[in-house]
């Protein structure tokens, strides 16, 4: 095995696209994208937000919130509500059918959870599990 292959950050970076595949195929009934669900996901999570927090919590770009906020609301999963405190500010909030749908990738994520670590034991799946929630805290990230 080359280096490279042999390395923890390839494998998980080649394991985590081929994940993200499979998980856009199957929400892409849904008319979403994971940057969608993403999205989404910081809105239920910590509420009310206005783009730009959006943006920097996601640690992207305000344009894609923009672009991901237009087809969100055109799908009725959140809306825009201008600030009071700076009118000249939009809110984003997640609606019900936001709720919804995130409760459908759910579903669906974890259906895939299941083909992914099929073949491996009960204490395997916790070990998986505890591990990668501690490489999402240490980095940062949700766990």
């Known amino acids: 095995m080359n280096r490279v292959q042999s390395t923890y950050s390839f494998r998980m970076g080649v394991l985590g696209a081929m994940a993200e595949a499979r998980f ?3 929400i892409d009934a849904l008319a979403l994208k994971p940057k ?3 999205l989404m996901l910081a809105l239920q999570t ?3 937000a206005v783009q730009l927090d959006v943006a920097r919590r996601l640690g992207v770009a305000p344009s894609l919130v923009v672009s991901l906020a237009d087809h969100l609301e055109a799908l009725g999963a959140i809306q825009r509500v201008r600030d009071q405190d700076d009118r000249r500010r939009q809110l984003l909030s997640i609606t019900e059918e936001g709720g919804r749908l995130l409760g459908r990738c759910a579903e669906l994520a974890a259906e895939l959870d299941e083909e992914l670590t099929e073949g491996l034991s009960e204490a ?3 070990a998986l599990d505890g591990a990668l929630r ?3 805290a240490r ?3 949700p766990a």
């Open 24 to 26: 856009a195929a199957r």
């Open 36 to 38: 969608h669900v993403g």
């Open 46 to 48: 910590g509420g009310p």
């Open 124 to 126: 395997e799946r916790d």
């Open 134 to 136: 501690t490489l999402a």
């Open 139 to 141: 980095a940062g990230l």
